[in-house]
């Protein structure tokens, strides 16, 4: 992390500096998609950020590190000491664990909900002995911890231009949208952690069973049932994009071109697997490099743009012209 990006978040402490670096390499290192649409926030905004996803990186890492059938009581174990950690430093606003240091001082400067936190590691212990879901609702409530609740926590950094209450749903919404993508981007890879999050009454429709899954992965060999399914779920997916959409007018708009950004591309891997013939459960789905180029440039002239209307004064923040950003299937089309 730049140091032109701390002072003007106002972090001065040396150690807090450092735990906000460690924060923005875990974000570069594990959400390539999403740390470039960083990279279009505001400066001040982005070592808040780098916490948000650092944190959520660490945890998630723990669940996965050891990989399928390793030792649950060592993750577990490994869960507990971070959430003590947390706690301690969500109450003290202090940590010896540089990424909690830094999620307590953002959580802190921005006022965000704890509860976020406590659901999110509650999901995180969930991967830990959950290896399938039944049907829809019953992956929704898994992922109010372990993507919803990032929008959330998202959403006073941010900001927005209605009632933070409004936006709320549609951040929710967002964050889900991400995880289905990842979900059905990384189904191959999941699988061999021996975890299936496409819900099993929606595999069942088309005939699809784990062992069909797991045969396919590993002859190499691709079945109409399997891509049926996962095409189901890919439309699924993208409805949930339409849930998501009109919360973007609703932000600031120097977070806007963020967002849009971050919502185009990953809107873009479900047309990479589309294009690659769903066979994600063979090899994973890339947005073409030059795709994501153009992506991220329109996504700087957007930021140039509301900087200008903000130096100009085209009004307060609460009566300013929304862009009217289109719905997932138009945009990334």
């Known amino acids: 992390m730049t140091d032109r990006e701390l002072d003007a978040a106002g972090v001065g402490d040396p150690a807090l500096r450092e735990a906000y670096r460690r924060c ?18 505001p400066g001040e905004r982005r070592p808040a950020v780098h916490a948000l996803y650092g944190f959520a990186r660490w945890a998630d890492d723990i669940v996965d590190a050891l990989g399928a059938g390793a030792d649950t ?11 003590r950690e947390l706690d301690k430093g969500l ?35 969930a991967d830990l002995v959950v290896t399938d879901y039944a049907d829809y609702a019953e992956l929704r409530r898994y992922m109010h911890g372990s993507a919803a609740v990032i929008g959330l926590q998202m959403l006073p950094v941010l ?3 209605v009632p933070r209450a409004a936006a709320e749903p549609h951040a929710a919404a967002l964050g889900v949208a991400f995880q289905l993508t990842n979900f059905l981007r ?11 999050y496409l819900p099993a009454d929606l595999l069942a429709a088309h005939g699809v069973h784990r062992a069909l899954l797991r045969w396919s992965r590993e002859t190499g060999r691709r079945d109409r049932r399997v891509t049926s399914a996962l095409r189901e779920f890919e439309a699924l997916t993208r409805g949930v994009y339409r849930e ?20 185009v591309l990953y809107g873009g891997i479900l047309d990479a697997v589309a ?6 459960l063979h090899r994973r789905a890339v947005v073409p490099r030059r795709r994501r180029a153009v992506v991220a440039a329109d996504g ?16 307060p923040p609460h009566v300013r012209r929304a862009d009217p950003y289109p719905a997932v299937s138009e945009e990334v089309a």
């Open 186 to 196: 990384d189904v191959g890879e999941d699988l061999d952690r021996g975890r299936v």
């Open 24 to 41: 923005r390499v875990l974000n570069a290192r594990h959400g390539r998609t999403y740390f470039l649409a960083t990279r279009l926030l």
């Open 275 to 280: 294009r690659d013939g769903w066979s994600v």
């Open 244 to 263: 998501a959409a009109p919360g973007l007018a609703m932000l600031e708009p120097v977070s806007r071109p963020c967002i849009r950004t971050a919502f």
């Open 159 to 161: 900001g927005t231009v």
């Open 91 to 125: 109450q003290d606003g202090d940590s010896a664990e540089p990424v909690v240091l830094a999620l307590a001082d953002t959580a802190r400067r921005y006022g965000i909900d704890h509860a976020h936190f406590t659901d999110f590691m509650a999901a995180m212990r």
């Open 300 to 315: 700087l002239a957007r930021v140039v743009a509301a900087r200008l209307r903000a130096r100009d004064g085209d009004g």
């Open 73 to 83: 009581a060592r993750r577990d174990a490994e869960l507990s000491a971070l959430e």
